[in-house]
C-alpha cells in the first residue's frame, strides 16, 4: 500500500524512460531497484490524511467543506446520509468524481432543536428511533435500544442511498464512534465493509483503549496507523498550536487527523446552540486553519505527504 502511494507519482517518468532502446535493456535491474528505492522511500514517509467529518449536515457544512476540498486544504471527507443537506452534498459529489468521499454511517441525532431519523422505513429500525421518530442524541441511548439486525438495516439503507445518488464511497467511518461501542455493532460496521468492499476508518492507536474489538479484525483491515483531531474545550487561541503540535508527533506510515468544517454563521449557530465543542466557532476554527498558510508552511517543513482514502486501496 506505501509502496503503491510513492510509485504512482513515477509511472509517467518511467513510461518516457522505456521508449529509448538502451533503456529496455536495463530494465530488470532498473525496476529491481526502482522497487527497493520506493519500498523504503514509503516506510519512512510521514503520509496524513486531512479528513473532514460530517458533510451533509448543512449548507453550511457543505459550502465549507468543499471549499476546503477544492482548494487542497483538506484531502477527504465523509457524508451523512440521514441528514437534511445530504442531498445538497450527494448532487455535487456526483458531478465530481475526483473527490475523496466516504460514508459517515450515523446512528445519533445530537443537538437540541436539529433532529433527523433514518433512511430505512421507519417502522423497520424503530428500535433506532426515539418517541418523536427521530435517532436517539447520544450513544449511550443507542446501545440501550437499538436491535443488530436494525442496525444494519439502516446501515445499508444509507449506504445504498448514497451510491443510488452517484456518490461512490472511498471508505466508511463511524458518527460519534457509535460503532466502536460494542463488540456486536463492531461486527455490524465490519461487515458492511466486506459486504460492499469498502475499507472502514480503523486506527492502530485506538487498539490500545479497545483491543477487545481489535482482536476481531484481520490485520489487512487495519489501514490507518495514527488519527488524532482537536481536543474538547480548547482555547481558540491555541488551535493552530494544538494542530501544529499534532503534526509534529506524527509517524512514518499513514496518519489521519479528523477536522469539522463550516462557517460561524446563522445556521449552524441555530443548529449547534447549547454545544461549544463540535459548534459553529469551534468548526470555523477548524476552517480557518487548514487553509492557514503558516498551517500549510508547517506541513511542508515536516516533510508531511498529504494522501486520501482513494491511495489506500
Not at 68 to 94: D, R, T
Not at 108 to 121: M, N, Q, R, S
Not at 179 to 185: C, D, I, K, R, S
Not at 247 to 258: A, D, T, W
Request: charged share 25%.
Amino acid at each position: 500500500m506505501l509502496y503503491r502511494l510513492f510509485s504512482f507519482k513515477f509511472v509517467s517518468h518511467f513510461n518516457l524512460i522505456i521508449m529509448y532502446k538502451p533503456f529496455k535493456i536495463l530494465l530488470p535491474f532498473f525496476l529491481f531497484t526502482f522497487f527497493l528505492f520506493a519500498q523504503n522511500n514509503a516506510k519512512s514517509n510521514k503520509y496524513l490524511i486531512l479528513h473532514a467529518d460530517d458533510l451533509g449536515l448543512s449548507h453550511s457544512v457543505n459550502k465549507a467543506t468543499f471549499q476546503a476540498l477544492n482548494n487542497g486544504s483538506v484531502s477527504s471527507a465523509s457524508l451523512m446520509v440521514p441528514c437534511p443537506w445530504f442531498l445538497e452534498a450527494a448532487n455535487i459529489i456526483s458531478k465530481k468524481p475526483d473527490l475523496d468521499i466516504g460514508i459517515h454511517l450515523t446512528l445519533t441525532a445530537e443537538w437540541k432543536d436539529y433532529k433527523w431519523g433514518g433512511v430505512a422505513p421507519s417502522d423497520e429500525i424503530s428500535s433506532l428511533l426515539d418517541g418523536n421518530g427521530y435517532f436517539y442524541p447520544t450513544v449511550k441511548e443507542v446501545i440501550q435500544h437499538a436491535k443488530p439486525e436494525e442496525v444494519e438495516k439502516e446501515l445499508r439503507a444509507q449506504i445504498d442511498k448514497a451510491i443510488a445518488l452517484g456518490v461512490k464511497p472511498t471508505h466508511l467511518d463511524s458518527h460519534m464512534g457509535t460503532l466502536f461501542a460494542t463488540p456486536e455493532m463492531f461486527m455490524i460496521y465490519i461487515k458492511m465493509s466486506k459486504l460492499y468492499h469498502i475499507p472502514i476508518f480503523l486506527p492502530k492507536n485506538a487498539a490500545e483503549a479497545r483491543p477487545e474489538l481489535f482482536s476481531l479484525l484481520d490485520k489487512d483491515q487495519i489501514l490507518i496507523d495514527y488519527y488524532n483531531m482537536m481536543e474538547q474545550k480548547r482555547d481558540p487561541k491555541e488551535w493552530l498550536s494544538f494542530y501544529k503540535g499534532v503534526i509534529k508527533e506524527l509517524k512514518p506510515g499513514i496518519n489521519q487527523i479528523i477536522v469539522h468544517l463550516s462557517f460561524d454563521d446563522e445556521e449552524m449557530k441555530a443548529v449547534c446552540k447549547f454545544h461549544d465543542d463540535y459548534g459553529s466557532k469551534w468548526r470555523e476554527n477548524d476552517l480557518k486553519t487548514v487553509e492557514n498558510k503558516a498551517f500549510k508552511k508547517y506541513l511542508k517543513d515536516n516533510k508531511i505527504v498529504l494522501t486520501g482514502w482513494k491511495d489506500l486501496k
